[in-house]
């Protein structure tokens, strides 16, 4: 199969000519196709095995969760991978921290990343379809 760019927005998926996505990954990162970020390889992975994979980088899982309905349903199954930094560490602000340097205070203790958007796949595809929504 000859190597494509992996789609991040439907109309990357439209430009490619595809009807479906064979596996849709979520990842807490920004997407950049490099072999040195994890979710690049494993797509590219699946890509030389004949696989359509798109990325949906930094999902909006605060809002009413349209980056996870936006590429609608995939044909094999949606994939979430943390990123790089772990949101514990990304979260957490240092005692002697410059405020320019960490604006946002800690108010509450965060969730380990791959709690929400694992929660929020089932309910923004609740059509159980193999179809696309676009």
């Not at 595809?18 to 196709?33: E, H, M, N, P, S």
């Not at 509450?108 to 709690?115: G, K, W």
């Amino acid at each position: 199969m000859e190597a494509y760019m992996i789609p991040t927005s439907v109309k990357e998926v439209q430009a490619l000519g595809w009807d479906y996505i064979d596996v849709i990954f979520f990842t807490g990162d920004a997407f950049i196709d490099h072999p040195s970020f994890g979710t690049a390889v494993i797509a590219r992975w699946l890509q030389k095995f004949g696989y359509r994979v798109a990325v949906v980088p930094q999902p909006n899982w605060r809002d009413d969760l349209r980056d996870f309905r936006k590429l609608g349903a995939p044909r094999l199954y949606f994939a979430v991978n943390a990123g790089a930094m772990d949101s514990m560490v990304n979260h957490t602000q240092l005692p002697n921290a410059c405020a320019v340097m960490m604006p946002t205070p800690l108010k509450a203790a965060p969730e380990p990343v791959l709690t929400m958007p694992s929660r929020s796949i089932p309910k923004s595809s609740s059509n159980s379809g193999r179809t696309s929504r676009w």
